[in-house]
């Protein structure tokens, strides 16, 4: 094992490196050089500098067998994705920019030509070993397969874009080796491009007050898309900022101290959205407008604005409409914001397909509270990581003149719900806290001012501030009195705290300390963190001449060097799950099992914890096994999730099924970890009911092979259920109903229905099911009667419940809420058994037939019947 390393020191005053002794050091004295280990583990890296003593690193080196990466451009203007094989010592030579798997539409030609040049040579030669990818969504499991053949070392896959859902893509290959060397999968995002406002000459720069800290806000499932506000200009973009472009406003709208006056900024799709002196502004692609009283929001005293900080593509939505995507907040009222579909469709500006709605003030929540006296006003509002949820955090005091008490209340969109959490922090009068809520199914959040990071686990029954080695948990102290500018959250439990002056601190979802990481840039650089779509951590260093730079921060290089020395250990070796997606659907007679497994040393003792946060609706059956193999253990749980709720006979069947269908999220960890840990818990949403994506049909029908016309036809008025006056004229919705299927007056009619998913065809429907000509034709019967059937009394018929359901429109009057079947002497009562059974299934042979002395045109509606079925 050799692998190349750079290493590179910033600064006048470097003299040499010193490293361990399994490393050595092409250049010692130079401060750009490279490094070569020639075994894995930590090893030792010190920069000896003149004057001063610097910080040492413990870098990890593994014994990695990863020689190749996936390169892969889009083709302009099309769905078309080019693949190749790229060597990774080659792309080093080429280029010292780390590109692995970014897009390359935007640079130089001639880096892109000589790349693909020898990509294609080396592609053509794992193709001859049998290596061929394929293109997987994240979401939706569709898979994508290249055309045949591999043309001029190149393959090519044609993948959709999405602008909403599943927008993350999966490159998989084949597990071929190459000279001992694999190519391991690439995430990456396809979607269609997000524009960014573009600038137009003779507009003014929109900033900050001078001398404030930045301030950004990104697309939570389009995490390069961001917007960055200084105290010069506001800057955008759409691709981590490898381009920008500068956000500016025409003049004659804001006066000069308003243009430098953006208190906060909130990124949604192509909107951007800035709070200037308590006023809501928008900038859209082409307009700058300021909202008030015609959008439904104040026209003054807004004091912020947020977005969802976690990305739920998928969820369920019962009440129906959007979930909101920004809410506003003044002292005392609540504004949430969502996209709607206006009846105009002339209308084509952003904020007028935009509609906010006012969903409680201060004194609705005093009422609520049961709080008398005192003064109650909204602190700050922040979503929390349930995709349908956010918290208003609420201050209230009596005196208010030296300390106030911070209460939260959880609001629930689709239930419209409020919860008051047991959770109170008592601050200073002039404290501002700023709250996030870490990615985890139950409740945890931690929160800042100035000075010291507050936290709150396991559902808020466990809270503190996050304590240091000195100084009590107060992070300015130990940071040369710099106040914390921001804390960055990951899907994996890092919490990384910045102060102003850029030194870091690092703590983990439910440890209750932070270490300081060592130094990493200039104080007096102005920064802010990003994230790429690959989860990869970067600064944005924004200076004083308007200019901006980025650099890749190596989050867990860092961690991994601070735990090493101070032999903080992660007390298991691995911990593995299977949910590889983030959300599942469980219907009726539906069951979704998953495992987690953990493997440790056998000194110390570990379980598995299965956490969930929602409504009380779904069962669960676990299965543990433990075994223990050269003093290590392994632990393996299987949970299978099933509901046990009989829907027949309800007295209320549809407020039965709205109580058992909801949003469950699930949170798998291990019993203990640490900061040293990489991994530590997984996340999941369950939604419990039926999926939007799925549907029925009947085999045989299709919208295409006949050709559409313009067609209608008469029903003789006697020949109709509820017997008109007059004949029916309709006219045939071949959009709707596809092409008509010719029958014989003799042959008999089951259709055969067919439930399909987001995946395509699942299942024949072997359930009871009911069909009825949607126009009210009543001309044809059943050629099974009730006593053939096996019933013990009558059955019901359209007849009979149409008589009991006067109210109701026909397609209403009969289906699963009201369901009762006629094979028990105990419900109803014997009848006439002659009558035609009207209920049809796979195996009950019950066919339609036709009058045989006219013929007819046939639409049918068509429900499945039984309660129970998904």
Known sequence: MDRKIYLEYEGTSFSEWHVSGHCSVKDKRSAKTELHCSSPGFHLIKPIVKGSVKEQRYLFVDNSHICFLWYYRVMDNSSSVKLLISDEKRREHISSIYIKGEFFLKSPKSLIFYLERDSKILTKQLATLGQKPTIHTASEREIYYPAEPLENGVWKISVPMEDDDDVLRDIQGNNVPFQDCFIPNLLFLLTFPSETIPEIPGYLPLSSPSGSQLIADWNACIPSYVVVVADMETFQTNDSFHTWTKIRVPPGILNDDERHSVTDVCLSENRVFFVIKGILYLRSFHNFTRLGRNENLPDDGIVGITSRRWCWTNYLFKSGGKRSSVAIWTENEVYLGSNYQPNNTRQHEPHNLFRFNKIITSMELKNLLYLSSGTLTIHVIEYTAHPLELALFLSY????????????????????????????????????????????????????????????????????????????????????????????????????????????????????????????????????????????????????????????????????????????????????????????????????????????????????????????????????????????????????????????????????????????????????????????????????????????????????????????????????????????????????????????????????????????????????????????????????????????????????????????????????????????????KPGDLNQPYEIINQTNSNHIIWPMDHSGMYVFGVKILDPNYR
């Open 397 to 828: 005091c009596i005196v208010c003149t030296s300390n106030k008490h911070i209460y939260l209340a959880i609001y629930n969109e689709d239930t419209k719900q409020w919860l008051f959490k047991d959770f109170t922090l008592l601050v200073p009068i002039n404290s501002v806290l700023v709250p996030r809520f870490l990615y985890s199914a139950t409740s945890e959040l931690v929160l800042w001012d100035k000075h010291r990071v507050y936290y709150s686990y396991h559902n808020f029954t466990v809270s503190g501030i996050l304590q240091t080695p000195t100084e009590n948990g107060n992070l300015s102290r130990l940071s040369q009195n710099s106040s914390i500018h921001s804390v960055f959250l990951d899907y994996f439990g890092n919490i990384v705290i910045k102060m102003e002056n850029n030194i870091m601190f690092h703590s983990k979802v439910n440890i209750k300390d932070a270490v300081r990481l060592y130094s990493w840039t200039n104080k007096a650089i102005k920064s802010f963190f990003g994230l790429n779509v690959y989860g990869q951590l970067y600064l944005i260093y924004v200076f004083g001449n308007g200019t901006l730079q980025t650099q890749q921060y190596p989050l867990i290089l860092e961690i991994q060097s601070i735990s090493f020395q101070k032999n903080e250990n992660c007390p298991y070796t691995s911990f593995h799950t299977n949910p590889f997606h983030v959300f599942h659907s469980l219907d009726k007679r539906e069951t979704l099992t998953i495992w987690a497994q953990i493997i440790y040393p056998g000194t110390t003792s570990l379980h598995i914890i299965l956490e969930s946060y929602g409504p009380k609706i779904i069962q669960e059956n676990k299965l543990l096994n433990y075994e223990i193999v050269l003093g290590y253990c392994t632990k393996t749980m299987i949970v299978t999730f099933y509901q046990t709720q009989n829907y027949e006979a309800a007295d209320n069947y549809f407020q039965l099924q709205d109580q058992n269908s909801g949003v469950v999220v699930y949170n798998v960890r291990p019993s203990k970890y640490s900061k040293a840990c990489t991994a530590s818990h997984k996340v999941f949403q369950v939604a419990v009911g039926c999926s939007p994506k799925k549907y029925i049909a009947v085999r045989g029908f299709s919208k295409t092979g006949c050709l559409w016309h313009n067609f209608s036809y008469v029903i003789e008025k006697s020949y109709l259920r509820h017997q008109p006056s007059q004949n029916l004229k309709v006219k045939y919705d071949w959009e709707s109903y596809g092409c008509p299927v010719r029958l014989a007056f003799k042959r008999h009619f089951q259709p055969v229905l067919q439930l399909f998913g987001e995946n395509g065809y699942i299942e024949d429907v072997a359930v009871n099911f009911i069909v009825w000509e949607i126009h009210g034709r009543n001309d044809y019967s059943f050629n099974t009667t009730m006593h053939k059937s096996g019933c013990l009394h009558e059955a019901q018929t359209w007849k009979s419940m149409t008589e009991l359901n006067k109210h109701l429109p026909l397609e209403q009057a009969w289906g699963p809420e009201n369901y009762k079947h006629c094979f028990s002497y105990a419900i109803g």
